[in-house]
Each structure stands twice: as structure tokens, then as C-alpha cells.
């Protein structure tokens, strides 16, 4: 073995010997390199307790690049398969990675389920606005009006909001960030790996073929001061190049305004961890069309009892109340009888 | 009689067995009435098969029709395999239940009423024009007509009930009656009713005095002249409960892991007739049991394979329509080769179909219902009792072989009861396996690697390496898998050979399993095949049938797939094969397909069971060489 492959610190440790069959120039590499950069600064994690599990998709096939263990699922049941396995295994580390169509079309349900229920699983839902693996159909994120191979008079389905999704289901973490930072990306799965619970991350990915630029009005270089609204606990939403603009809350929505006009004192201060879900929804409602400031970072992160920790707490006390299970004592539960 | 004039002097008769079916509107109490019986009965010690019936509505309109809820007992002082063909007795407690199930009773038989529910808006309801009572429809049968819910409403005018409370024993007064009639022991259920509603004192004191009440009225009254005795059977010694198909299922996967050393975790949904696994399993988290009750029943498999990748002993539990959601799973368990186990309780379809009524129409489906290749062990038990081995069979194999395995019970087993002679733990089969835990080759450069699709060479099984074990970090998925490396691989040579591997790992199961049930008493023209909950209905078939002088052989099958090693012989050398099942003729297919025999059909799909008598007149239809519609001859086609 190369010594690469020996020591965590580096990220060829994180790397299966798999090839990775991304199209080039595709934003699913960013993100690959940024969870792998991430593992090699972690120092809680070890390649054998760690999983990856996702459904079906480009994003999908992010396990068989990962050197944990790994599962490639069915479209759209990931997080209810990474669920079971967190239930079962509460010493591992879970990842769901599902794009936009896996994770909000086909596997809605489990999406919301699996938030609401504060299951311990990370997922990651690469957003890149169209079905890729399928070859460029509308999906459940693409703008009103996109032309594709399915909508050749342009959409008519209204788009989800991820972010507000997450926020009406109950979600306790809730983040965004974007394939062209790494830095950003790392800090935002540093900050779900570290959290008791379910975590729900949105990357704006690129898809260099079937929806190139699909985010460039936001998180190209040039345009992120003004399009970029970075969310900091505890401090004022401002952005801009001045720092002139904020976001304010307006009749329960949340609002992007000049300070010039409503005062520093009318901004929202960011808190990440208020427990009403109704902000974090607001502030995914920011993003609902290509060419408005965008909040990135995280949106919230509630403290809350943990799925699986519950799950283990009633086996405890079951064990307690009736003492360790006994098949013989089982068995004979019931009205019972002899036959001599 | 003398002095003691309000009392009658009966006699006690002896009988060999009877069947006795309870029958009023949902909210009467007819299952629970029947349930107590059952117990009391088997604690005398008989044998007994029981069959509840209960309308899919939670609550139908009172009084109507739709809303009768009825469940038969048979109980005998002999071995017995059928809730019976027909009832000696039937306890209506108002018209509809009359209605509806006088047809079933036998000629002559006896009709227990309950006449305070006799009134115009009762008959009415359920389209009596006149009173049956007057009309003449009941000439033939004995009838007692007994006021139950005022005598009830009497019983407990001592205690501090309201009336319309009082009213809701009077299930407790028909069943002390019937416990009076049929010398039950008293005892059990006033232990039930303190165990059961021991929290609300006025409940057990007016369900004590209902129960007291009916069984003094049936003492006293001069309508009930005898009363009858069933002996206790004779049954092998030893401890025994009384058990229905979903408890037993419940209790075999809790033994499965502890005979595998595995954490169990079910993952399922809520669905008629399989829930009470599910309730039943959560109550034994104190053996280390985790239930999940997920968003939909794909999620059920999902959570359970999930479960499974993590080392657990998983399984899910649905019937048909549950099947359908959960097969894209399914395949997938069986592309990434892991132990799960699918537990269906058949129920009539297709679609919703009869969600409370027994069918075994899925056989088809659990065989075949996946896209691809999909091979996969089928098993199905064949009582209630047996539903406890087949779960531990259905994990075993499962394990063993690190495939899906789907376990086939139906309605009819689930809620279905029996005596069971409870197994001497210790004989229950060791299924434990081993995990893998360290690398299994070298690779070209000769560093040692894991392969995880390379397989064990005699089970053809891949290793189960669970994460968090160093070193065989990999990648499973629903690609297909390169032979031995388990990479991603599109080539056709690859695809064809794993397809064959697949199949093959099946195939060689059928090395390690039993052979087919074979019920035979030497040179028979006629075998009759069963699989599944029709074992009864043909022991009972075939012991008549010997009476009557046509000797018949009885092969039943608990693995469809693969099929009893043995089964080819056994199948040979008969005149007539018919193949009895309570769908349109699926296994006998697979019997004519793989054996190239003239099995005839059998088939009933009415919701119910076979009755003895519509397999033994198929059996004589066969052998007079009438020609067969193969169809049960109460119009079931
Ligand atoms: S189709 Fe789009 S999302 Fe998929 S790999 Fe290619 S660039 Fe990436």
C-alpha cells in the first residue's frame, strides 16, 4: 500500500480505487473533493465507521468514490434505507447524497419523514435544477418556464424552495452552499457532521451539460457580493459590496431591503437556533428565482432528541421493566396448560 | 323434581366435538366473545381450530348487514384441522346476524338469540320485512330466544353502571351461557376480565355479572334442557398455549434472533391482516427487538435492508398490495445480496380487495412480481403454530444464503387459533453466522484485499461484512456487480454469469431444506397437493375420504421455492393429482410446468377457507370420471 493510502490526513485515504465518471467540468468533483478535504481535517471519524448511502442519479454514485463503506440504493430511498441503518447502528456515520429529482420528486416522502423524525443522516442534495442521468428533463427545482426535452413550451410546475421544504417538515439543520467554494462546502458539512440529528444540506451544482450556469448570476466570483447574502449567528443579514443591504422581516417574509431606507435596527439578526421553523422558511422562500440574492450557510441548527437515541432509550427501559428477554418466559406468556 | 322447582334438572351429554359460531354487529363484541371462548376451551383441553370473520369497516352501520361481525370455533375431543364446514350453533345477537349467517348453520342445528334486538328498526335495517321469528324461516332449527341485554341491563342493576354501560356486557352474558351449555371452565375468564380491564373497577363488575348471569340463566332456564360435555383430546404431553398465526409469526422472528445471536429490527407499515405483527413485536424491545414504523411500506423495506447492511436480523412485514410497493426493493436486496426477510399475510385482492378475508393469491407474486431476474427462497407456513418455525425457516435461509427470502401465511393463519405444544427451546435450530471480519484474497501486487462478491463455495453465499469492520470498507448497489470484486460492470459475459450465479445459489438451497409433508396410507389413486393454510381442509379431506373408502395421499409443501428436493418423486404414480388452492390455480402450474403431470386445479377464491367437503367432492367428482370445472362446489369459480 502507497503510504497515501495509510495516513487519514491525506485525501487520497478517502479515495476508493473506483474511477470517477462524473461528465469533466461537472460541479459533482467540487463537492467530492470537499467531503473528502473535509474527512482528512476530521479527527472523530474513521474510514470503517463512516457510510455513504444514495439512491439513484449523477449525485448518486458519490459512494463508489468515497473509501467507507457504501451503498448505491433505489431512486428516491435513500434517506428511508440510511434511516434504518441509523436506527440500527447508532455508532456509525450515515450520509444520504441525492440530487434534486432523487431527493424532492421520487423520494420526497422519505425526505420529510426522515427530517421530521430528527434521524442521525447527513444529507447532501446536489441541486442542480434538471434530471442529468436521464438527460435533461424539467425537475422538482427547475424555474417556471424552463424549456427541456419534457417542457418544450417551457415549465409550468411552481418549484420547491429545498430550504423551506426542510423548514415545514421539522427539520433541525438546514444549510446551503455551492460547488464553486470549497471552503464554504467544507465548513457546511463540518458544522451537519457535527450535529445530533437530521441535517438537510442544499448545493447549488452545476450541471455543465444539460443546465450550464444554472447558479452564475449568483455564485460566480463577480456576482457574489450583491447576490450572495451570507448568514452569520447572531449578527444583522447585511450584504452587498457596501454591505448596504439586508434582510428584513416584513409581515412574516422575509425581505431584502436597502438599510438605507429602514434603518440597521429593522434587519433580521440571524438566529440559527430559534425553534420557529416559519424564519428558515421565509429565508428558502429568498431564492426562488435565478437572478435574486441567495442566503447561504446555515439557516438553523436546533438542538432536539435524536431518532435513534430514542429508539435505544426504550429498548433500555424495556429492558429494565421486564428484565433481558427470556424465548422460554416468551413462549409461555399466554394462558398455558399440561398435558400429562 | 321436587322441591327445588325453579331449578331444572339437566342432564349432561357427551359429544365428540362441536362448532359454535358467535355472531352480531361490530361493536357487540363477537371477536373478543369468541377469543374467550377459545381460551377456555383449549385450557379443557380440547383440540380446536378457530376462524374469525369481521367486516373491513371499522365500524358499518349498526345493524346492518355489513356491519356483522361473526367467529366460528370448532372444538372436539379428537385431532381436528378445520374451523368446521358447518355450525351446530349460532348465537345471533340481533337480526342482521341472523340474516346473515343462518345459510352457514347446519339443518336442525341450534340459533341462540338475542331478542331484545328483535324490533322493527332492527329488522328493517337489514331488509327483514317480517319478523323471522313468526314467518316460519326458522322452522327446522332449534331456537331459544333469550332477552340478553335486559337480563344484562337486571344482572347489573345492583352496581353503579349507567344502563347504556350495562348494555355493553351483554357479549358477557351470551358467552356465559355458551360457557354454561358446553360446561366451560369459568375461572380463566374472570382472571381475563380483572387482567384486561383491572383499571376501571365498574367494567370488570359488570362484565363479572354478565358473564354470572348467563351462565345461571342457562342453569335455570327450562329452554335449555342438556348440557353437553367435549372431552378433553388426547394430545401429546406437555406445555401448551393457544396460539394464533400472527403471534406465532411475532414469536418466531423474536427466536430467530436469538437463535441467530442477531438484533432484530422490523420495518414496516400499517396493513390489514399483517399489523399485529407489528404490534405484537414492539411489545419485546426487551430483547433487544427495534420496531420502525416507517412512512410507507417501500420505506418498511428500505429501514429493514438499511438495517440489514448494518448487520441486523431485518425483516418487513405487509400483505399483497404492500408486496407491490416494496419490490423495487426487494430486487435490490437481491442484487446486493443481503438477508431480509418479507413476511406477506395474504388477503383477497387484487387491489384493496378484501383486506379481513384469507386468500393465498400472491403465491404468483412472490415467486415472479419483480422486474429482472430476480430469484429469491419462497416459504409458507401451514398453520398458526407452524407460522413460528417458517419465520424461523424464512430467516435461516435468509442468513444463511444472504438473500431475500419471502415468507407467504395468509388471513385465515394470522387470526386464525390453535392449541400449540410449545417446542423445547433448546432443539430449535443454531442459525448463527459469522460476519466477515478480515481480507479473503490477495490482489495482483499480493496485498490482500477483500472481495465481497466472492462467494462461500458451498452455500455460493457472499461474505456479510458489516460496517465498522476495518479493513472491508466497500460499495454495494443495484448496478449490476462484477463477479468477485462487486465493482460496477456492464459487460454481457459479466451480467450473464452473475444472473446464472444468482440462480444457481438459489437452486442449491434445495439441498438444504426438508422434504415435502407426505400424508399417505400406502397405494392411493388420487394425491391431492396443498401449500399453505389449506393443510387443515385437506387432512381433514383425506381422513374422510379413507372413511369413505378412497384412500388419498396429502402432499404439502412449506418451500415454493426452491421446491422440496423430493417433490418430483412424490408427485408420480397417481391417477388424478388435484391441487387445491384458495386462488385460481397457481402452484398448479408450477406442478404441471416442472413435472409434466395432469394436475388438476382445485381453486376458491370467496375470501374463506376450503371446507372438507368441497375438496372431498371434488376428489369424488375426479375418480367417477365426471369431468371437473375445477372450481369448490359452493360457486366458486
Ligand atoms: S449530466 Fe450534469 S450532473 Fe450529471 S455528471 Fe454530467 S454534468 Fe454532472
Redesign the interface.
Known amino acids: 500500500?502507497t503510504d497515501v493510502a495509510l495516513d487519514p490526513t491525506k485525501r487520497g485515504y478517502w479515495t476508493?480505487d473506483?474511477e470517477v465518471r462524473w461528465c469533466p467540468g461537472c460541479g459533482d468533483y467540487g463537492i467530492l473533493a470537499a467531503m473528502q478535504f473535509l474527512y482528512t481535517e476530521l479527527d472523530d471519524v474513521?474510514?470503517?465507521?463512516?457510510?455513504f448511502?444514495s439512491g439513484?442519479g449523477c449525485a448518486a454514485r458519490f459512494?463508489?468514490y468515497?473509501?467507507?463503506?457504501?451503498?448505491?440504493?433505489?431512486h428516491g430511498?435513500a434517506p428511508?434505507?440510511?434511516?434504518?441503518?441509523?436506527?440500527?447502528?447508532p455508532?456509525?456515520d450515515v450520509w444520504v447524497v441525492g440530487g434534486d429529482g432523487d431527493m424532492l420528486s421520487i423520494g420526497g416522502?422519505?425526505l420529510i419523514?426522515a427530517l421530521r423524525r430528527n434521524v442521525n443522516i447527513k444529507i447532501l442534495l446536489f441541486n442542480n435544477q434538471i434530471y442529468g442521468l436521464t438527460k435533461g428533463q424539467y425537475s422538482p427545482t427547475s424555474e417556471v418556464g424552463k424549456v427541456t426535452k419534457s417542457t418544450p413550451m417551457g415549465s409550468i410546475d411552481a418549484p420547491f424552495s429545498p430550504v423551506s421544504l426542510a423548514a415545514g417538515a421539522g427539520a433541525t439543520f438546514v444549510a446551503r452552499t455551492h460547488d464553486l467554494d470549497r471552503k464554504h462546502m467544507i465548513d457546511v458539512f463540518r458544522r451537519a457532521h457535527e450535529h445530533k440529528g437530521a441535517a438537510l444540506v442544499e448545493i447549488y451544482q452545476n450541471c455543465n451539460v444539460f443546465n450550464d450556469g444554472a447558479f452564475d448570476a449568483i455564485t460566480k466570483r463577480d456576482a457574489r457580493a450583491e447576490m450572495m447574502i451570507d448568514l452569520v449567528h447572531g449578527e444583522p443579514i447585511k450584504f452587498g459590496a457596501e454591505r448596504q443591504r439586508g434582510v428584513m422581516m416584513d409581515n412574516g417574509a422575509a425581505r431584502c431591503v436597502d438599510i438605507a431606507d429602514v434603518g440597521e435596527d429593522a434587519l433580521l439578526v440571524h438566529d440559527e437556533h430559534t425553534t420557529n421553523p416559519s424564519v428558515t422558511f421565509s429565508l428558502g422562500q429568498l431564492a426562488m428565482d435565478r437572478r435574486s440574492p441567495t442566503p447561504f450557510g446555515v439557516f438553523r441548527a436546533v438542538d432536539a432528541p435524536e431518532y435513534a437515541a430514542a429508539?435505544g432509550d426504550?429498548?433500555l427501559?424495556?429492558?429494565d421493566?421486564?428484565?433481558?428477554?427470556n424465548?422460554?418466559a416468551?413462549?409461555?406468556s399466554?394462558?398455558?396448560?399440561?398435558?400429562? | 323434581m321436587t322441591d327445588t322447582a325453579d331449578r331444572v334438572e339437566n342432564s349432561v351429554q357427551t359429544l365428540e366435538g362441536v362448532i359454535i359460531r358467535f355472531a352480531g354487529d361490530s361493536g357487540d363484541g363477537m371477536q373478543l366473545t369468541g377469543d374467550r371462548f377459545t381460551?377456555a376451551s383449549?385450557?379443557a383441553?380440547n383440540d380446536l381450530v378457530t376462524l374469525p370473520e369481521f367486516p373491513a369497516e371499522i365500524r358499518a352501520p349498526q345493524g346492518t348487514l355489513a356491519g356483522v361481525s361473526a367467529f366460528q370455533i370448532h372444538i372436539s375431543d379428537h385431532n381436528i384441522h378445520t374451523p368446521g364446514d358447518e355450525p351446530d350453533v349460532l348465537v345471533a345477537m340481533n337480526p342482521a346476524a341472523l340474516k346473515s349467517e343462518l345459510n352457514r348453520l347446519k339443518s336442525g342445528g341450534t340459533i341462540i338469540l338475542n331478542t331484545d334486538a328483535f324490533d322493527m328498526r332492527n329488522l328493517e335495517k337489514c331488509g327483514y320485512q317480517m319478523d323471522p321469528r313468526e314467518d316460519g324461516s326458522l322452522d327446522g332449527y332449534i331456537v331459544h330466544e333469550v332477552p340478553m341485554t335486559k337480563l344484562t341491563v337486571d344482572a347489573t342493576a345492583d352496581l353503579d353502571v349507567k344502563k347504556r354501560d350495562a348494555e355493553r356486557s351483554k357479549n358477557f352474558f351470551a358467552l356465559g351461557l355458551v360457557s354454561w351449555m358446553y360446561d366451560r371452565p369459568l375461572q380463566?375468564t374472570f382472571d381475563w376480565i380483572e387482567e384486561k380491564f383491572g383499571k376501571n373497577p365498574a367494567v370488570v363488575a359488570s362484565n363479572n355479572a354478565a358473564f354470572k348471569a348467563g351462565h345461571a340463566f342457562g342453569e335455570t332456564a327450562e329452554m335449555f334442557g342438556d348440557q353437553y360435555q367435549v372431552a378433553?383430546a388426547p394430545?401429546?404431553?406437555?406445555?401448551?398455549?393457544?396460539?394464533t398465526g400472527n403471534v406465532a409469526t411475532a414469536?418466531g422472528m423474536?427466536?430467530a434472533g436469538?437463535l441467530s445471536k442477531l438484533?432484530v429490527?422490523l420495518?414496516s407499515y400499517p396493513i390489514t391482516p399483517a399489523s399485529d405483527i407489528l404490534h405484537e413485536l414492539s411489545n419485546?424491545?426487551?430483547?433487544?427487538?427495534?420496531t420502525?414504523q416507517?412512512?410507507?411500506e417501500?420505506?418498511g423495506a428500505?429501514?429493514?435492508?438499511?438495517?440489514a447492511?448494518?448487520?441486523?436480523l431485518?425483516y418487513t412485514t405487509t400483505s399483497g398490495p404492500g408486496v407491490s410497493l416494496k419490490g423495487?426493493?426487494i430486487s435490490?436486496a437481491a442484487m446486493?445480496e443481503l438477508p431480509l426477510v418479507i413476511i406477506d399475510i395474504q388477503r383477497g385482492g387484487p387491489s384493496t380487495g378484501l383486506p379481513t378475508k384469507t386468500e393465498a393469491s400472491d403465491l404468483f407474486l412472490a415467486l415472479y412480481g419483480r422486474h429482472g431476474e430476480s430469484p429469491m427462497p419462497v416459504v409458507a407456513a401451514y398453520s398458526p403454530s407452524n407460522c413460528f418455525h417458517m419465520a424461523i425457516e424464512a430467516s435461516r435461509l435468509a442468513l444463511k444464503y444472504r438473500t431475500p427470502v419471502i415468507l407467504l401465511t395468509d388471513g385465515y393463519l394470522a387470526n386464525g387459533a390453535e392449541p400449540w405444544?410449545?417446542?423445547d427451546?433448546s432443539t430449535l435450530p443454531d442459525i448463527s453466522v459469522d460476519f466477515a471480519t478480515t481480507f479473503n484474497d490477495t490482489d495482483a501486487n499480493g496485498?490482500p484485499v477483500f472481495y465481497p462478491y466472492k462467494r462461500d463455495p458451498e452455500t455460493m453465499a457472499r461474505p456479510w461484512a458489516i460496517?465498522?469492520?476495518?479493513?472491508?470498507?466497500?460499495?454495494?448497489?443495484?448496478?449490476e456487480k462484477a463477479d468477485i470484486t462487486g465493482?460496477?460492470n456492464y459487460d454481457p459475459a459479466n451480467h450473464g454469469l452473475m444472473t446464472e450465479l444468482r440462480q444457481a445459489k438459489l437452486d442449491g438451497i434445495a439441498k438444504d431444506i426438508p422434504g415435502a409433508m407426505v400424508n399417505s396410507d400406502g397405494d392411493a389413486d388420487v394425491l391431492l397437493i396443498g401449500w399453505g393454510s389449506t393443510h387443515g381442509s385437506i387432512t381433514a379431506a383425506v381422513e374422510q375420504l379413507r372413511k369413505e373408502g378412497t384412500p388419498a395421499t396429502h402432499v404439502h409443501l412449506t418451500h415454493l421455492s426452491p421446491l422440496h428436493p423430493d417433490l418430483g418423486e412424490l408427485v408420480q404414480g397417481y391417477q388424478h393429482v388435484i391441487v387445491p388452492e384458495l386462488n385460481k390455480g397457481q402452484l398448479v402450474k408450477i406442478i404441471r410446468s416442472e413435472f409434466l403431470i395432469d394436475a388438476k386445479p382445485l381453486s376458491k377464491v370467496m375470501g374463506l377457507p376450503f371446507t372438507a367437503r368441497e375438496i372431498i367432492a371434488a376428489v369424488n367428482q375426479a375418480t367417477s370420471g365426471a369431468s371437473s370445472n375445477g372450481a369448490a362446489q359452493n360457486g366458486a369459480n
Open positions: 500500500m476508493s473506483q474513521k474510514k470503517e465507521n463512516t457510510v448511502v439513484i459512494p463508489y468515497m473509501s467507507t463503506y457504501g451503498m448505491h440504493s433505489i430511498r428511508a434505507i440510511a434511516t434504518g441503518l441509523a436506527v440500527a447502528r455508532d456509525l416522502n422519505h419523514h429508539v426504550q429498548l427501559a424495556a429492558n421493566q421486564k428484565g433481558p428477554g424465548l422460554e416468551l413462549l409461555r399466554g394462558a398455558t396448560w399440561d398435558v400429562v | 381460551s383449549a385450557i383441553g380463566p378433553s394430545q401429546k404431553p406437555g406445555t401448551y398455549t393457544n396460539i414469536w423474536v427466536a436469538q438484533p429490527f420495518g419485546h424491545k426487551n430483547f433487544g427487538v427495534r420502525f416507517a412512512e410507507d417501500i420505506a428500505g429501514s429493514a435492508l438499511g438495517a447492511f448494518g448487520g441486523h431485518a423495487e426493493t435490490l446486493i405444544l410449545l417446542p427451546v496485498e460496517p465498522g469492520t476495518p479493513g472491508l470498507e466497500h460499495r454495494v448497489g443495484g448496478l465493482n460496477v
